[in-house]
Nanobody
Framework: QVQLVESGGGFVQAGGSLRLSCEAS????????MGWYRQAPGKQRDMVAT???????NYADSVKGRFTISRDNAKNTLYLHMNSLTPEETAVYYC?????????????????WGQGTQVTVSA
């Protein structure tokens, strides 16, 4: 089991910055991948950025060059640094973690989500 608790959301003006944090229960070294997703009202949940256990990162095209995902293994915490925010990025931001289990015949990916943190960007 993995519990994820996000923090750092809030109100910011367009062009501003925020840093989101996601604290995981237990060591994040055991997680094969962590990431940030966001969901605006009436829209689907979209990937923002992910980072694997070996540090490989992946970003949505719309955030490349402005957002940075990072992890602090000692603090069991995932971060998302967001710069130059736009009103269109107003959404609930969710932390995600994948724990891979080895079973007979292969592996199983267990997917965990945090409760989300609201980010509101005003024009």
């Amino acid at each position: 089991q993995v519990q994820l608790v996000e923090s750092g959301g809030g109100f910011v003006q367009a062009g501003g910055s925020l840093r989101l944090s996601c604290e995981a229960s237990g060591s994040i070294l055991r997680l094969s991948r962590m990431g940030w997703y966001r969901q605006a009202p009436g829209k689907q949940r979209d990937m923002v950025a992910t980072i694997t256990s070996d540090g490989t990162t992946n970003y949505a095209d719309s955030v490349k060059g402005r957002f940075t995902i990072s992890r602090d293994n000692a603090k069991n915490t995932l971060y998302l640094h967001m710069n130059s925010l736009t009103p269109e990025e107003t959404a609930v931001y969710y932390c995600n973690a994948i724990l891979t289990s080895v079973v007979a015949g292969g592996t199983i990916n267990h997917n965990y989500w945090g409760q989300g943190t609201q980010v509101t960007v005003s024009a």
